[in-house]
């Protein structure tokens, strides 16, 4: 059991992270009392700085990885590869983040005025990192669901778009015939 824990601890930190960044998001922007105040800026800079934790907790956990891997663990595998993939993920989640900080400031454009553009993205990457570590077909498939499942309300994200919800649904429609197939054959 704690081989298990401690394979996936940087992934768990980064799902509660993300669980607690998605409660303060909705906790102050409902808040009358502080006047509905803009959060994607905060959620943007809490969302990288859980990120490079992340990566701080991956990296440091490596040495015990290497212990832990010689006990069996039937779900996830950890070897240098995966630490490598793991860590240029991080890095590109991070660089997303920083990268949509221009746009927040901009304020050209709707789609980027809500908080939960940022959570969509660290829960993506969770599901990506399990993707990589993954080694067993039902932990494949299931971290595969978590990422599509944020990746269909970014695509139909645009509320006011005909496009951007066709695109969500078209999307969704072919993401369930794929996990169909993928699950019965």
């Known amino acids: 059991m704690f081989n298990l824990f401690l394979a996936v601890f940087p992934e768990i930190f980064l799902i509660n992270a993300t669980f607690i960044l998605l409660i303060y998001g ?23 700085l859980s ?20 006990f069996w663990n039937p779900f996830f595998r950890r070897d240098n590869f995966t630490y490598f993939c793991q860590i240029l993920l991080l890095f590109s989640t991070a660089g997303t983040i920083s990268m949509c900080f221009s746009v927040f400031e901009k304020g050209r454009n709707h789609l980027f005025d809500a908080f939960e553009f940022i959570v969509l993205i660290l829960l993506s990457t969770c599901g990506m990192l399990f993707l990589i570590s ?52």
């Open 26 to 48: 909705v906790f102050f922007s409902t808040s009358k009392k502080d006047d509905y105040p803009p959060l994607v800026s905060n959620v943007g800079w809490l969302g990288l």
């Open 51 to 70: 990120v490079l934790i992340t990566l701080l907790l991956l990296a440091a956990g490596a040495p015990l990885l290497t212990i832990a891997h010689f």
């Open 134 to 185: 993954a080694y067993d077909f039902i932990a494949m498939y299931l971290a595969i669901e978590l990422q599509s499942l944020c990746f269909y309300v970014i695509a139909a994200s645009k509320r006011k778009s005909e496009f951007s919800t066709e695109a969500g649904l078209k999307y969704l429609i072919l993401g369930a015939f794929s996990s169909g197939i993928l699950l019965f054959g």
